[in-house]
């Protein structure tokens, strides 16, 4: 069923896209939004719900990856600097072995994983941090070292706050908002934020 009613979304799409590439005139967006969503399918924790835009989404959805008006990317990036939680206690490291674990973990949030179970940070999908990681992404910077930045309070909230909502620091980054989408709690990124700053951790040995 759901192999059928993809397929039939496809051929809707291109007959769509035939008929108006004929005419000469374009679909309007809301034609082109009703059969795109039509095209998705609820399955078990991943609902539709997901294609409800946020207020950021939607202004950062558009080829140039950007928000055109400087008055909304102000109002964005000020959004999402005041969504940061900070930790309570003051305590910003947990464990990095466990840090080490959840930024490896790719898993979480998919409609086939068990929403029993914690999500991955997969920050080797963008990022190098281990010496002897020998498969990581590029989208994002090296963070082999990271502990050589120290330890100052400013350090530590600069780095919980770019885990928690990078939109802080610049509106339509491609970095998930960890913290304020709800992808890994406190603890986890306290443990993540060891993995980046404890100097026995694998990211700041040679």
Known sequence: MLKT????????????ASAYGESGLKPDAKT????WRDSMVAKNQAGLDRLNQTALEKACSNASDNVASDTEREQLRQAATNSVVYPADGKFLGDWQRGEAIASNGKGMQWSDDPNKPNGGNCYACHQM????????????????????GR???MLKYTWAKIWNPQGYRV????PRFGDAGILDEQQIRDVMAYLFDPNSPVNRK
């Open 130 to 149: 281990s010496p002897g990681e020998v498969a990581y992404g590029t989208v994002g910077p090296s963070l082999r070292n990271y502990g050589m930045r």
């Open 172 to 175: 339509c980054s491609h970095m």
């Open 5 to 16: 009613k993809i397929l039939l979304a496809a051929v809707a799409v291109t007959a769509l």
């Open 32 to 35: 082109v939004k009703a059969v």
């Open 152 to 154: 100052s309070e400013a």
